[in-house]
């Protein structure tokens, strides 16, 4: 059984970073992470992944080079470093995992979320 709790969420301007941090309970090295965000209306969507075996990561069109994920196996944590934020990146975070080590860019295919943190950008 996997736990996952995002936190580092926050209100920031427009052009401003945020670090966003995933704690796992339970299996980690061996499972890929990734990123996911909700919007207000909108469906969950896929922001980046990082893969279990060599730390191959991938990320959505709309927030690369703006956003870098990693993972740090001994401490069991995932990060997403958020920068040049935009008005729209608002969304509530979600943090997920799966056994195996493809980066699969479907919600479904993820066996365990966290509950989410939230991050609003002002204009």
């Known amino acids: 059984q996997v736990q996952l709790v995002e936190s580092g969420g926050g209100l920031v301007q427009a052009g401003g970073s945020l670090r966003l941090s995933c704690a796992a309970s339970?299996?980690?090295?061996?499972?890929?992470m990734a990123w996911f965000r909700q919007g207000p209306g909108k469906e969950r969507e896929f922001v980046a992944g990082?893969?279990?075996?060599?730390?191959?990561?991938d990320y959505a069109n709309s927030v690369k080079g703006r956003f870098t994920i990693s993972r740090d196996n001994p401490k069991n944590t995932l990060y997403l470093q958020m920068n040049s934020l935009k008005p729209e990146d608002t969304a509530v975070y979600y943090c997920?995992?799966?056994?195996?080590?493809?980066?699969?860019?479907?919600?479904?295919?993820?066996?365990?979320w966290g509950r989410g943190t939230q991050v609003t950008v002002s204009s």
């Open positions: 339970g299996p980690f090295s061996s499972y890929t």
């Open positions: 997920a995992s799966k056994y195996g080590s493809a980066i699969l860019g479907s919600r479904y295919n993820y066996n365990y």
């Open positions: 990082i893969s279990a075996i060599d730390a191959t990561s």
